[in-house]
């Protein structure tokens, strides 16, 4: 178990410091502009899919393989069953839950058969419906404080 906390943290941190020099690599380019970064997108009909689902978007790159394999050490372990549910957080915002959920939840969804369901958890900022280019509506937390109607609050 250690040790496959041990790679999924390797991964993790791949991804972390790639990510990190490509967006300082990309404020220096633009000195004095406004980085306008999920508005870089194009419409796939019914709204606008941010250019930071890098497994969708780019799906050789560098970042999008780093989540194939991290889909891989958790979907396919070495010993034990996979598991059903996989959770992501961390301490303090900013930390890149919704860039990693969102990528693995694609990464997942595209090329193993099965259904994802993908909950966006963080009641005072939900960022995860503007990745797929959905409107804010009725959910998670309007489900559990006012009774709102499970088919409402799932979109």
Do not use: W
């Not at 969708?56 to 560098?62: A, E, K, Q, W």
């Not at 889909?71 to 915002?93: Q, W, Y």
């Not at 966006?120 to 959905?134: E, K, V």
């Amino acid at each position: 178990m250690m040790k496959q906390f041990e790679k999924v943290s390797e991964i993790f941190g791949s991804l972390k410091s790639r990510f990190r020099r490509n967006k300082d690599d990309s404020q220096q380019k633009t000195k004095g502009m406004q980085l306008i970064e999920d508005e870089e997108l194009f419409s796939n009909g019914t709204g606008v899919i941010s250019n930071r689902l890098v497994t969708f978007h780019h799906p050789r790159s560098f970042e999008s393989e780093q989540f194939k394999m991290l889909r891989a050490k958790l979907l396919f372990p070495v010993s034990g069953t996979p598991p059903r549910s996989i959770m992501i957080t961390s301490a303090a915002p900013g930390e890149g839950k919704t860039f990693v959920c969102t990528n693995l939840a694609v990464s997942i969804a595209q090329n193993i058969d099965r259904f994802v369901f993908l909950m966006d958890c963080d009641l005072r900022r939900p960022n995860i419906h503007r990745y797929f280019g959905f409107e804010d509506a009725p959910g998670l937390s309007e489900y559990l404080s006012y009774g709102t109607h499970f088919d409402e609050a799932k979109s």
